[in-house]
């Protein structure tokens, strides 16, 4: 079975630094990892995804995420935050390609960044 | 193209009354997918649909729950009868293939309220 873990339920960040959401999964295979994020009374929207290749991975609005395949985490990151990042952030994995393996999510990180 | 669209934004009802969410999920996507979020359980799988035909509906958490594709532009979450604990948005979202290769895109959601 896969699971995905976002141990913090809000993270708190002064606008200016530099932010991380973390994630852990579990699956088996190769994962395919994938970063979300849901603003005030909207869907979910893309971020960013991993599938193979560099473990850096970059998105949108200047995230990005980290792939780490000895420690099981995709966790996100933007160097300096912005007040407007203030969102509900959920990563979700799936095993490989193959199958008609349907993601996984988390429960969610909620990233307040404060003026 | 206008995106997921789901209809509509809001719904109040009385416990006991049957409810009808619609959406349409974006031109040539093959996989179609009912979501719930609440806080408690956060995001939930509730069914999903490949070329309009239904795949796995584990997550419908009673018979009171049912969905359809009738064809590949449409689809509908019923409640009948509604409950109380049935309250929750209900998101759409639909996929070109697996998710795993690009993701999903989610509509704005239905907000539910049964009173």
């Known amino acids: 079975a896969q699971s995905v873990a976002q141990p913090e339920d809000q993270v708190n960040v002064a606008e200016g630094n530099p932010l991380t959401v973390k994630c852990t999964y579990s699956?088996?295979?190769?994962?395919?990892l994938f970063w979300y994020v849901q603003y005030p009374n909207r869907g979910l929207q893309f971020l960013l995804k991993?599938?193979?290749?560099?473990?850096l991975v970059k998105g949108s609005y200047g995230f990005e995420a980290e792939f780490n395949k000895s420690q099981t985490s995709f966790h996100l990151k933007k160097p300096s935050a912005l007040v407007s990042d203030s969102a509900l952030y959920f990563c979700?994995?799936?095993?490989?390609?193959?199958?008609?393996?349907?993601?996984?999510f988390g429960r969610g990180t909620s990233l307040i960044v404060h003026p | 193209d206008a995106g997921v669209i789901q209809s509509p934004r809001h719904e109040v009802t009385e416990m006991g009354q049957e409810v009808t969410l619609r959406c349409k999920p974006i031109?040539?996507?093959?996989?179609l997918f009912w979501y719930r979020q609440t806080m408690m359980r956060g995001l939930e799988l509730l069914i999903y649909?490949?070329?309009?035909?239904?795949?796995?509906d584990s997550g419908m958490p009673e018979d009171r729950f049912s969905a359809k594709m009738p064809n590949a532009s449409f689809s509908t979450l019923k409640i009948q009868p509604s409950e109380p604990r049935d309250s929750a948005v209900y998101f759409c979202?639909?996929?070109?293939?697996?998710?795993?290769?690009?993701?999903?895109?989610f509509g704005s959601g239905t907000r539910l309220t049964v009173v």
């Open positions: 649909f490949n070329n309009n035909v239904p795949i796995d």
């Open positions: 031109s040539g996507h093959d996989y």
């Open positions: 979202a639909s996929s070109p293939r697996t998710a795993g290769d690009y993701g999903y895109t």
């Open positions: 991993y599938i193979t290749g560099d473990n």
């Open positions: 979700a994995v799936r095993g490989p390609s193959g199958g008609s393996y349907i993601p996984t």
């Open positions: 699956v088996s295979g190769n994962p395919y």
